[in-house]
């Protein structure tokens, strides 16, 4: 048997895991997926590939239940959700070591390459998604979610913040400063924000929890960890951060639009309010890589720029045709 992992998980243990949920054997671990918080194994058995999956988090059961749920109405509507395989006991999740595990086929698809097509594709899945759940009952809601953060107080967290990163003085002055201007252009907007249409959202639309075929066409959204009733608007600000970030320009922004629709007057308004908060929070609780402090705060300055404003208008302009 190939591979090697951490003491939390041994291979004895990944074993155990294959055989609770009927997979066949361990023969190889053949690497990690990508993820921030969760940990996510492609592995090889003698039914074929798969991915065990071990949440950095735990979840209460109605929580996974209620995913799961949801999973279940988007496929019966053709909505290509990648649901879980269940264990030996009719579960879709087991527990080792105080860790929540899934097990899900290993999908064969491309990865989001920043290509426009395929922007332009993961909008009409995403306006097709929530059309299917808006009328949904409201979620038993996760214990911490990025959505949470979109009310999120600098002021009242800085306290929890500095010991993440040992913020130098500079480092908090610069945080309070984005927050300041954060504020001074979304004061006009708490009646604005009474109105946005709501459904269930996906929470996390990162262009790479979707795997795309050839021609650019969504074929498995993953991860449903965040999904919780919210403003629609909020999974669209939430794509065009990421877009935004990688190119500040329509290349990305502009075909996603164009395959999720019209949004209305109120939802153009809290756009770019939504994205520069996505940028603060990112900055601030995760620091690294591409959403290191200091590029959030050039993309959440730029995005309440004349210029930023003048792109996210400019991309929500609709062209006669594609």
């Not at 899934?102 to 097709?128: C, D």
Request: aromatic fraction near 12%; include cysteine.
């Amino acid at each position: 048997m190939k591979g090697v992992f951490n003491m939390d998980f041994p291979l004895g243990d990944l074993q155990s895991i294959c055989r609770e949920f009927r997979i066949g054997d361990l023969i190889a671990v053949e690497g990690r997926l990508g993820g921030f918080v969760n940990t996510n194994l492609k592995i090889k058995t003698e039914k074929g590939l798969f991915v065990i999956r071990i949440y950095g988090e735990k979840f209460e059961p109605q929580r996974i239940h209620y995913a799961h749920d949801i999973i279940s109405i988007l496929r019966s509507s053709n909505v290509p959700a990648l649901m879980p395989i269940q264990n030996k006991f009719e579960n879709y999740y087991s527990t080792y070591n105080d860790h929540f595990i899934e097990v899900t086929p290993f999908v064969q698809a491309n990865h989001f390459q920043w290509i426009p097509n395929q922007a332009y594709f993961s909008g009409i899945m995403l306006r097709k998604m929530h059309q299917t759940l808006m009328h949904v009952k409201k979620d038993p809601p996760p214990r911490q979610s990025i959505y949470d953060y979109y009310n999120w107080s600098v002021l009242d967290d800085m306290s929890k913040l500095q010991p993440l990163y040992n913020w130098t003085n500079q480092n908090i002055l610069d945080i309070y400063q984005i927050n300041e201007l954060i504020l001074n252009n979304s004061r006009n907007l708490e009646s604005v924000s009474i109105d946005l249409p709501t459904t269930i959202l996906h929470g996390d639309w990162h262009p790479g929890n979707q795997l795309y075929k050839k021609n650019g066409e969504v074929c498995c959204i993953l991860d449903f960890d965040s999904i919780q009733r919210g403003e629609c608007v909020f999974d669209v600000a939430y794509a065009l951060y990421f877009y935004l970030l990688k190119d500040k320009s329509e290349a990305l922004g502009k075909p996603f639009l164009q395959g999720y629709g019209v949004l209305s007057e109120q939802e153009q308004m809290v756009l770019p309010v939504m994205i520069a908060k996505l940028g603060l929070f990112f900055g601030s609780f995760i620091n690294k890589g591409d959403l290191e402090f200091s590029k959030q705060k050039e993309l959440v300055e730029w995005v309440l720029s004349q210029e930023g404003i003048k792109t996210l208008q400019d991309m929500l302009r609709p062209d006669i045709a594609r």
